[in-house]
Structures are given as C-alpha cells and as structure tokens.
C-alpha cells in the first residue's frame, strides 16, 4: 500500500502533502518510546505515534519510514513539520486511535 492509497480514507490528512506520498507501506510499527522504536521498527513501515516533536523526524529518517502518522488528534509542532519536509517523511494526522489505525493498516495487507 502506498500512503497516496491510505490518504484516501478520509480519515488521515497529509500535513505536508509536497513530499513522498507515493512511498510503499511495507509494515506498521507502533510505539512512543524513541529508543524502543530505533530498536525494534522496520525499514519502510508506517510508524504510529503521539510524539509529536521534531525528534520523530529524525528516528523516521534513521530507519528509513515510509511515513509517522499521528492519531487521535494530536498537534504536530510546526518545527516537526519543517523537518519532515526536509527529510522528505509525510506527516499524517487522524483522529482515530493507534489501535484504529492499524485495524486500517492490517485491512489493507501492510
């Protein structure tokens, strides 16, 4: 699945819809804690997660991330935004929870 398809559930939105929407999905990883996920999240995986400061641009861009998407609602940082442009890893936003998101995630065979 690539983030251009899940962007088609009106659910998400791309807060920075000018970089690589048409990465491929291969997995889905969930996970808060920055250290854990640098240790454990796959290359080319849609991370799920509510931090939202500019250091998730950097682990995404660490592990090679398809894309972060934030859920429930909350707020990005615009500094995160501005990073994430320039690391060319989209930013997508729900107000489903992590749990919902990757309901939607397995659905589609990622």
Known sequence: MKVS???KNKEFKCLNPQVGI??????GYVGDLLSW??????NGCAWVTIQTHVNII???TLLEMTCVIIPEGAEVEESTLERAI???IP???TGLT???VCKI????GV
Do not use: C, P, R, T
């Not at 048409?22 to 997995?27: A, C, L, P």
């Not at 996920?37 to 796959?42: Q, T």
């Open 5 to 7: 398809e899940l962007l």
């Open 22 to 27: 048409e990465g491929v999905i291969k997995s």
């Open 37 to 42: 996920v640098m240790a454990n999240a796959g």
């Open 58 to 60: 950097a682990v995404a």
């Open 86 to 88: 320039i690391e060319d």
């Open 91 to 93: 930013v997508l936003i």
């Open 98 to 100: 992590a749990y919902e």
């Open 105 to 108: 995630l397995g659905n589609a």
